[in-house]
């Protein structure tokens, strides 16, 4: 006699079967980070472009340094580290207004700097005559950052003055991982820049991205065949015994 469960996990044959044969498997979540928008190097460009100030250069940080929005708000002067070129991300801004601590361990992290968002933030600092290293970046005053909901509206409101598509601010963050996957970054190193908690969630979530890189060691291996090279560099680990 075949046993038909309903949705609920009960029985329409009674004393058949003691319980249900799935009760207690857990079915896997999708990620949350699986569908994003990212816009051509040439957009991101234009949207800073047109934005009003402070959001100009905020917006300039979540596209070129991968900032979430509650730690690009959460940014005090002395979190810069212009000498290192890089950004420190020490605590976030909440949507609730109050102070808090980045979401994991990972994610409190140093994020290096292009040169040109260096120079960009030099000229932030410069231009109220060098704050505090305790005055916030991009604040109603010094002590208080911008409001997120407002900061989304600015977005938006670039995005509209320089006619792109709409998209999430965190889209941005994701605008600036693929552009560095297909500039070369290694997922390791893009992992450590974005604060993810492992290689393998940075991987998940952006292998789409990575470059195909067959064609260029083929051609690499028959540089060698043919002698185009004497040998191609070995690998660092190349020298380290096996573990």
Same mark, same amino acid.
């Given at each position: 006699?075949?046993?038909?469960?309903?949705?609920?996990?009960?029985?329409?044959?009674?004393?058949?079967?003691?319980?249900?044969?799935?009760?207690?498997?857990? =079915?896997?979540?999708?990620?949350?980070?699986?569908?994003?928008? #990212?816009?051509?190097?040439?957009?991101?460009?234009? =949207?800073?472009? =047109?934005?009003?100030?402070?959001? $100009?250069?905020? #917006?300039?940080?979540?596209?070129? %340094?991968? !900032?979430?929005?509650?730690?690009?708000?959460?940014?005090?002067?002395?979190?810069?580290?212009?000498?290192?070129?890089?950004?420190? =991300?020490?605590?976030?801004?909440?949507?609730?207004?109050?102070?808090?601590?980045?979401? *994991?361990?990972?994610?409190?992290?140093?994020?290096?700097?292009?040169?040109?968002?260096?120079? !960009?933030? *030099?000229?932030?600092?410069?231009?109220?005559?060098?704050?505090?290293?305790?005055?916030?970046?991009? /604040?109603?005053?010094?002590?208080?950052?911008?409001?997120?909901?407002?900061?989304?509206?600015?977005?938006?409101?670039?995005?509209? *003055?320089? /006619?792109?598509?709409?998209?999430? #601010?965190?889209?941005?963050?994701?605008?600036?991982?693929?552009?560095?996957?297909?500039?070369?970054? *290694?997922?390791?190193?893009?992992?450590?820049?974005?604060?993810?908690?492992?290689?393998?969630?940075?991987?998940?979530?952006?292998?789409?991205?990575?470059?195909?890189?067959? %064609?260029? %060691?083929?051609? %690499?291996?028959?540089?060698?065949?043919?002698?185009?090279?004497?040998?191609?560099?070995?690998?660092?680990?190349?020298?380290?015994? $096996?573990?």
């Amino acid at each position: 006699m075949p046993i038909i469960y309903n949705h609920d996990g009960g029985q329409r044959e009674k004393d058949v079967i003691d319980r249900s044969p799935c009760r207690g498997i857990n =079915v896997p979540r999708p990620s949350q980070e699986t569908e994003f928008d #990212i816009l051509r190097i040439d957009e991101v460009r234009q =949207v800073p472009d =047109v934005a009003e100030e402070p959001e $100009r250069i905020l #917006i300039a940080v979540f596209a070129y %340094a991968g !900032l979430r929005l509650g730690e690009g708000l959460g940014l005090k002067w002395k979190d810069i580290d212009f000498s290192q070129r890089c950004i420190r =991300v020490e605590r976030t801004w909440t949507k609730y207004g109050t102070w808090s601590t980045p979401k *994991s361990k990972t994610s409190r992290r140093a994020v290096f700097m292009a040169d040109s968002l260096a120079a !960009l933030l *030099s000229d932030f600092y410069e231009a109220p005559g060098r704050p505090g290293p305790d005055a916030v970046l991009f /604040g109603t005053d010094v002590s208080r950052p911008l409001d997120s909901s407002n900061v989304r509206r600015s977005f938006n409101s670039a995005l509209q *003055s320089a /006619g792109i598509r709409h998209v999430r #601010i965190h889209d941005l963050r994701h605008t600036y991982a693929t552009s560095l996957l297909t500039s070369g970054a *290694s997922i390791k190193w893009l992992q450590a820049q974005l604060g993810h908690a492992s290689p393998s969630m940075t991987l998940n979530i952006y292998s789409h991205y990575i470059p195909e890189s067959g %064609a260029l %060691a083929l051609a %690499a291996f028959d540089a060698l065949i043919d002698g185009s090279v004497a040998q191609l560099p070995a690998p660092e680990t190349a020298t380290k015994g $096996r573990k």
